[in-house]
């Protein structure tokens, strides 16, 4: 047996790029690498590729690992792969695929792929593609698929099983069967576990759970992926406004869902807009433009501490030596304040912190930044001290203490403000947390100064 | 059919808090309450609660319910149940838990707890359990279930599913079926799906899928999990260092993971050291404590803009205006870095940049820093020229080009040479970023201003 694929790394170093290979022209090399590595390690080399070279390796697979790799690729990863196939390949691709993954390429496709793409269907395939596209952006039944096994609960463990054997062939899981009553009304469901652990003879209706966790199509589908994960559901019933099954949400689909929440939530964090594809193929200009404008509107916001230090111009003159701690004393109120806005979205992205908690939340922050500001104004003081005396070093270490309080404050309510405004948590990011303590840090700062110096 | 879960938010506010209920003795309605309350939303509710108040109303649960939300819980707020139990109560609630939540909620128990619970369990259920704690902190091992069926592949259908009814009534999980030799190597996996939907007397072997993803007991469980996701695995079967099958690595499990190490990452990503805790239930001293070791550091290091300040002292003396800039230029700098080092930090752990990607991140980013500083040049100058005339704002713009592209160079670079010096990426950390470039950005500032305005 081989060497165990986590062994060393998710992601080992290859000896020759697969793009290197191919560039090369060396096929016969390039059909033993694309027939000895697995799919996901096939699929993250080429979306590491331009889009010509990824489109020549792609036809060098064979047709069923050609869907396998497919199917693992990012929507427009597959965009650029679909744009240079020839018509019956295309056709044959994207009538293998699961609804649901189509659906999502659809989502994402222009107009134009996306015609082609529904053109080539049966009607079959090309209805329930339509009617995933029919739901509301980000809603569950986007992400849903159609092909479930329902069962009815008046059916014996042999008749069941007999059903799921006749209808499952082309229904992506079995592993979740929704039981529904005569008019396809969501009772209960069983799952195929206990259908094969349960006597033939046994009834169906002794092995349902009834009072299922399910979700409504037009429900949140990352809200859905995360019940999922707290319930360690593995599939999760999808009904319509009238109760009636439509779909299942998978478990890999819900892990997608929460890990490109997560990417989101994270590139969010730091100012940027959140991106989709993959760093290594995005070029520099994608990459300027998914970060350019949040840097722009955070600069015009710094444009305040230029106000703010022009304003107290008198009190910088007189006492120079004020001046050096500025940028030690806004650093240490930014970080208070991102670390604290970072732990709130995560808590209310999991579920810990809620709308509710905003009054508990400022009065334990606010407690928090007192003790963490009381810590560095021991060591601001003494830095101070040895740099430029004792006045001043009294200004630094109160300042420190104030500024941290209020950046730990202001970090952990503005993302429960944010989602009372209806307003994403996560767009509350560290650097728009800095750059709101950055001015009033300095309003603290010189007020401090002008109090306790008497200028 | 109530509401949908999801529907107005996962987690709804409760019009008066199990906290409240029993803390006034409402029995009554403190039993109705958890008797409507599905296990997930009660294991939350206890979360938030003190520790006595959690106790009692973990007592009022029934017996079958109780050991549901026990599984939900967290494994501190686990123990803090566990505490106030007697002890028959106590010995069935861990009997009858999972080996993997066991052995989980053990890792993390001071000694004389672990020692309670394993002297409570049955010789049998001790012997799984040890085994389990015997895998290194980290590996695959401690969070694989050991309980597994497995198959030889010499049988049929109908033998295979007689021997999963017999052995699979305790197995957690029976989706994925190994397929073993007689001295128990893994061979291949099985679907139970498959089992399920071909005829009875079809071989096994014609079903198997040979050459399997798997991991071994002693590789890393986060990249075990990551690779489950990729390969959109629902278990991945858990081998020795003989290649021998030692247990199964569970979906749900893999998703404990991930959330764990995203969440670590998040906080880490904000320069807190990671805590497993809930957010409500943390004392101030605890958030304090996971908050200061990061923020005394930065501070340290933050007197490295004291020093270089004061290097300046004479330039700053001459044009006093060039104070004015100093939180808005570093801040920007600090921006940029942030950007690009979350960027990275992403992308590395979702498997998109390689350590051999080196000098492609730093020559991208570089460019993506230019860009990207040449646009807020644009929009520093209108404002410098406002406040103070042209000669300031051609240093100020200068150094928005500069501070920019040397920001986004390092804050892209530093989460690739931690890898290479073997720290987690995710330990750079935004703030990490920003201090280091606000010394340094000081620096390219002063040294501008001398040259452009000849002081």
Redesign the interface.
Known sequence: ??Q????D???P?LPESLQDIVENQHLHTALEWLETH???IIA?EL??MDNVTAGIAFRLLDKDRALTVFE?LEPVDQQAILEGLRDHTFRDLVEGMDPDDRARMLREAPAKVAKRVLAGLSTHERRMTAALLGYPEGS?GRYMTPEVVALSQDLTVEQA?RT??EK??HAE???TLPVVDRSR??TGIVE??EL??SPPDAMVSTLVVT?P????AA??AE??A??M????D?NLPV?DSE?RLVGLLT??DA?ELI?AA??E???R????AP?AG???AAG??Q??RY??L???L???A??L??SV??AF?GT??QV?AL??????L???G???G??A???????MA????????LL?VIW?EC??GV??GG??AV??VG?AVA?VGAKVAVVVGVTLVLICAWAATIGGTMPLLAKRLRIDPAVVS??MV??LV??TG?VIYFVTAKLVLGV
Request: proline share 4%.
């Open positions: 047996m081989p165990s694929p986590v062994a790394d998710l992601h170093e697995q799919p996901h993250d979306a590491r693992e569950v099983l799921v054997r499952g062939a899981t079995v592993y009304r969501l195929l576990r094969v652990l009072r966790t399910f979700a409504r429900d949140s809200q859905a995360r019940l994960r707290e319930t360690n593995l009904v109760d478990f890999d892990d890990e997560d990417t939530d994270m590139a964090q730091s100012g940027s991106w993959h760093y290594m520099v200009w990459l300027a970060r350019a949040w840097l722009s955070l600069l015009v710094a444009t501490t230029v230090t022009r111009e910088l003159e120079a001046a050096m701690f500025i940028p030690m806004i650093g240490a930014g970080n208070a991102a670390q806005a970072t732990a709130c979205v995560r808590a999991v579920g810990e912190v809620r709308g509710s908690d508990k334990r407690r928090v003790v963490l810590l560095l060591l601001g830095v740099f560290a650097p800095t750059t950055d001015a300095l």
